[in-house]
């Protein structure tokens, strides 16, 4: 009596076991299909850009697009010159830099390092609000508010600038800078700190010396990928920028940036199968490839921190 | 201040009959003794009065008073959570960091009251601190020690800074060919020296030690404890531990805490062989704790 209940208990377990292996087997199935989907959009976006960039470069050489001065596609004399659009999105990105860079890690710094509780319940939530706001909203506000403020310091500057557009950006990734910096500073052991303070450092000495060094990597991850989200920004750029594909290092002037370019033609009428529609996807690879290339490095950046402590 | 210390044992009640505190009663090992025996005479150098302590509304150390003799090793023990921690950070107004603690009474330090008198960061340039996790910074092992000497206003030649520095903590020999190295690529044990090293750099009169050896090997540890006896000629060294033996062999006197207050402090040998209190027997027998 006794062996047999044993056995069919041990029979039942049995059972149990692989019912659930099944189950877990589902799970796990539905779990990696979430994951791969990412994965195959990216992929297929890549595909997408590179099939139709050898359509335009089977027309317009690589060499045209690298050497010529001027981005016409739209004119009659028609010039594929990467250049006038990569520069105005740097022009932006560079601005949009200044702008972030340090105002995020200083605010960054002063969450972490010296803001009381109180002051960080009201500082973090607004940054969060800040990073929430669609990029729409921005641009307008640029548009309608950084703008005229700009004009009336300097008179000349027209209504469509890289300026305008590279300041609002740049208040836009703020939130990215100083969010993930913060985390890092916040990664920092404490008693590397307290290391500082024992040998008689006072407060900035050891935030400067020893907790945001310690920090580096994280910091400087978040620079690159706020960087790579402003080289993608399109909205801001759309309606405060201008059209002007323009190779120009001059903040006051109007642009174009790839990005705006994309949209302008996406927008408009440009038939497909012509040469202005095929050129957009060279445009979009060039930048597709300039973010990757950020993102990969941020994640180095990011893996030799982890080592670091 | 004077050179005795009989207030110490105002928190001991039956014991009437002083002089535990005189210096020449001192029993460690003749060898140790060159440099202090010298001088002969001891003197107070931190003078703890009536302290209480607080991490907000839980009290950590209640009345504590207690002399720390110039230039001798003071051993604090006790159970865990006792305070030893809480009473060595007081001492370099470490505890000013945490937020919501609060400190009553007055620790002097020749005389000065470190509270009221200093600047709490010219307090920890007097008083160095080790504590229990080897602590270096992510730079180069010299960078280390150069770090403290430079904020303090340094001058002089770093490279004969670091390594004389390296050499009182016995670890120059190990990585004077490597001196650019990162900290973390040494050991827990040359870790810990060099967190020594760095706070010898600074040069302070005092340095705390927070159970220094919890994290070392007893190789790494039998180093760390001839170099405090090295540091005891020219340094005032206190330093917390949960190792009786090792107490007893570095340590000039020990002072015992249970649950925040001050039991007795007395020279070591004699506080290993006879205590006073009976919970410090217990404590030494092993028999709590
Ligand atoms: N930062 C803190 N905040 C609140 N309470 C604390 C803090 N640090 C220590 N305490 C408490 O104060 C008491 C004394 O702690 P302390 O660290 O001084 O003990 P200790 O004697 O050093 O113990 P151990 O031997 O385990 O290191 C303990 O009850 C502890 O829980
Ligand atoms: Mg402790």
């Not at chain 2, 039991?263 to 919970?279: A, D, G």
Request: with cysteine; proline share 5%; net charge neutral.
């Amino acid at each position: 009596m006794n062996g047999a209940s044993n056995i069919a208990s041990r029979n039942i377990d049995l059972a149990v076991k692989a019912r659930r292996g099944f189950g877990e087997r589902i799970i796990r199935f539905v779990l990696a299909g979430c994951a791969l989907v990412s994965v195959l959009v990216t992929v297929a976006i890549a595909a997408t850009l590179i099939y139709e960039s050898v359509g335009f470069f089977r027309d317009v050489s690589v060499l045209r697009f690298l050497t010529e001065s001027q981005w016409t596609p739209q004119f009659v004399d028609k010039q594929f010159g990467i250049w006038p659009l990569l520069s105005g999105t740097l022009l932006v990105t560079l601005i949009a830099a200044l702008v972030a860079m340090p105002i995020g890690l200083f605010s960054a710094i002063y969450i972490a390092e010296y803001a009381g509780d109180r002051i960080r319940r009201v500082l973090k939530p607004g940054l969060e609000v800040l990073a929430g706001v669609p990029t729409v909203v921005y641009g307008w506000f640029a548009l309608t508010f950084v703008t005229p403020v700009l004009q009336s310091i300097f008179p000349s500057l027209g209504v469509y600038n890289a300026l305008s557009a590279g300041l609002v950006v740049g208040i836009m990734i703020i939130p990215m800078v100083a969010s993930i910096s913060e985390d890092a500073i916040r990664a920092v052991p404490r008693a590397l700190a307290e290391g500082g303070y024992a040998l008689g450092g006072t407060k900035i000495e050891v935030v400067s010396t020893i907790v945001v060094p310690g920090a580096l990597s994280g910091i400087v991850a978040s620079f690159i990928l706020a960087l790579s989200r402003a080289i993608g920004e399109t909205m801001i750029v759309t309606l405060a920028a201008g059209a002007t594909p323009n190779l120009t290092i001059n903040p006051a002037e109007s642009i174009q940036t790839m990005t705006a370019f994309i949209v302008q033609v996406s927008l408009g009428d440009t038939p497909h199968g012509t040469i202005v529609y095929k050129s957009i996807f060279a445009v979009g690879l060039t930048l597709f490839l300039i973010t990757l290339g950020m993102n990969l490095l941020a994640n180095v950046i990011i893996r030799r921190y982890k080592e670091s402590y | 201040m004077s050179t005795e210390s009989p207030e110490v044992n105002e928190v001991i009640e039956q014991t009437p009959h002083a002089g535990d505190g005189a210096p020449p009663t001192d029993q460690l090992a003749p060898t140790l003794m060159s440099a202090t025996d010298a001088a002969n005479t001891t003197r107070t150098k931190i003078e703890i009065e009536n302290l209480n302590f607080w991490y907000g509304r839980k009290q950590a150390l209640t009345d504590i008073s207690l002399a720390i003799q110039e230039r001798r090793v003071t051993a604090f023990i006790g159970p865990s959570g006792c305070g030893k921690s809480t009473l060595l950070r007081c001492l370099n107004r470490m505890n000013d960091l945490i937020p919501g603690a609060r400190l009553e009474g007055t620790v002097r330090v020749d005389g000065h009251d470190i509270y009221n008198a200093s600047d709490a960061v010219v307090v920890r340039r007097h008083i160095g601190m080790v504590f229990q996790k080897p602590n270096p910074f992510p730079k180069s092992i010299y960078q280390n020690i150069v770090w403290g000497a430079k904020i303090n206003g340094f001058s002089g030649q770093p490279d004969e800074l670091v390594e004389r520095c390296l050499r009182q903590a016995a670890l120059w020999d190990e990585v004077k060919d490597r001196l650019g190295d990162n900290a973390y690529n040494l050991s827990g044990g040359q870790q810990q020296r060099l967190c020594i090293a760095r706070a010898l750099a600074v040069e302070p009169e005092i340095l705390l030690m927070d159970e220094p050896a919890s994290a070392l090997d007893p190789i790494a540890t039998t180093k760390l404890e001839e170099t405090i006896l090295d540091l005891r000629e020219r340094y005032t060294v206190v330093i917390v531990t949960h190792n009786m033996h090792q107490a007893r062999r570095v340590s000039d006197e020990t002072a015992f805490f249970y649950i925040g207050q001050l039991i007795e402090k007395t020279p070591t040998e004699q506080l290993f062989t006879r205590p006073r209190e009976q919970r410090t027997e217990d404590y030494i027998m092993g028999r709590f704790g």
